[in-house]
């Protein structure tokens, strides 16, 4: 988990940070971070207020930080300070009141937000119902906008398609192998980039893999390393075909058949991420159906060395180029001496571009 240190720059950056801490305790809650601004700090970040979503039922992060503020700045400079949050606050009841109608109450003059909440019970009203009450909005800039965009993205994508987000996770040697002819795959990644795995889990609603790979590893399948700590309940395991019943990964639900009909299938669960785990038979049936939004690849620096090891994807690929799936990087960093590329295939950043165009929809003249 990324930790908020000193070198923060920005409200801005402070609030997409805050909202990490959220990530796994608020879901299907929106994991969102907020920082209240007192009037003449803006240069001081040891003088914000911070605070982020608490575990789902509890407080959105906008009533934490304005909480949090009465209680060390006090109402009167509350009043004269900005509120960064990344997600437009939610206008109706749920679990919660309005966070909109406390924000009017506390008298906070500025809101700045770093998306519209594509979730039709919010979907601009928010924003709308505090420029009503004489509140100045205004959007992040468009980076740290669509950064604010992609970290939220499983709750995004499920609000706005009433679909999971699937994640595919694979790890593989330089020349795209992910297990050897022989079937060996343990351990390709490092030990870093495995535990990062772990962590990934803990923000999924359910893990799927193959009963190759079940059949092959082993696996448990479980958030383990400390991230099962903030956990209501592990995510539930998939298993797409037949395995024994003294595998690790039991109990587990069992899945055969075409993949155009998982989605129906697991409807009643509402999902709002799906890890895709492999191994290569199950990352193919996903991509051609076009059900993939994000890959995470692990890339070692290991050569398999030859054409007869298990490839990221099994089957056919495209015949030409121009036929060939086409996404984009959305970040690439060094992992434990592994390369981790973050993917988003071509759906996923046409939706990262439509959710930013929200923005022209609720009645703000825009810079
Ligand atoms: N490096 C990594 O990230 C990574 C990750 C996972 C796995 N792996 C490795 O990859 C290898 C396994 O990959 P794989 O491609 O051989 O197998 P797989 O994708 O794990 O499993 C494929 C098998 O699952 C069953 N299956 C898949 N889709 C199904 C469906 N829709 N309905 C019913 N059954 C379905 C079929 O089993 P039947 O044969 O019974 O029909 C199929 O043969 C292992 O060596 C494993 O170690 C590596």
């Not at 608020?26 to 907020?34: E, F, Q």
């Not at 601004?37 to 911070?50: M, R």
């Not at 998939?238 to 039991?250: A, P, T």
């Not at 009643?268 to 890890?275: A, E, N, V």
Request: proline letters at 4%.
């Amino acid at each position: 988990m990324i930790e908020l240190t000193s070198q923060v720059k920005t409200p801005i950056d402070s609030a997409i940070l805050e909202s990490y801490k959220a990530r796994v305790i608020s879901r299907p809650n929106p994991w969102v971070g907020a920082v209240i601004v007192p009037e003449g700090a803006d240069q001081e970040n040891s003088e914000w207020i911070l605070g982020h979503t608490q575990r789902y039922g509890g407080n959105h992060a906008e009533v934490e930080v304005i909480n949090r503020a009465r209680e060390i700045i006090g109402d009167q400079k509350l009043r004269k300070s900005t509120l960064y949050v990344t997600l437009e606050p939610c206008n109706h009841f749920g679990n919660t009141p309005p966070c909109t109608e406390l924000i009017i109450e506390s008298g906070i003059k500025k809101v700045v937000i770093g998306t519209v909440d594509p979730d039709i019970r919010v979907s601009g009203t928010g924003i709308k119902r505090l420029i009503a009450a004489g509140i100045t909005v205004e959007f992040f800039a468009k980076k740290e906008s669509l950064t604010t965009i992609s970290m939220l993205l499983p709750y995004l994508w499920q609000k706005h398609t009433g679909r999971p987000f699937i994640l595919l996770k694979l790890a593989s040697t330089l020349d795209g192998k992910i297990a050897t002819r022989k079937g060996d795959s343990k351990w390709i990644s490092s030990e870093s980039s495995r535990k990062y795995v772990h962590f990934i889990r803990s923000t999924s609603d359910a893990i799927v893999v193959g009963a190759n790979t079940v059949r092959q590893d082993d696996p448990e399948l479980t958030a383990r390393y400390g991230y099962d700590e903030d956990l209501l309940d592990q995510p539930i395991r998939i298993v797409l075909g037949d395995i024994s019943n003294d595998n690790k990964v039991i109990p587990c639900i069992v899945f055969k058949g075409d993949i155009e009909t998982f989605f129906d299938y697991f409807a009643d669960y509402k999902f709002q991420q799906i890890l895709v785990e492999g191994g290569s038979g199950v990352a193919k049936q996903f991509l051609s159906a076009g059900m993939i939004n994000q890959i995470l690849l692990f890339m070692a620096p290991k050569i398999y060395g030859g054409q007869d090891g298990v490839s990221l994807f099994g089957g056919n690929g495209a015949d030409l180029v121009e036929n060939m799936g086409k996404g984009s990087f959305e970040s690439v960093e060094l992992i434990g001496g592994d390369i981790k590329i973050n993917y988003h295939t071509e759906d996923t950043v046409k939706f990262i571009n439509l959710v930013y165009e929200l923005r022209q929809n609720v009645g703000l003249k825009l810079k």
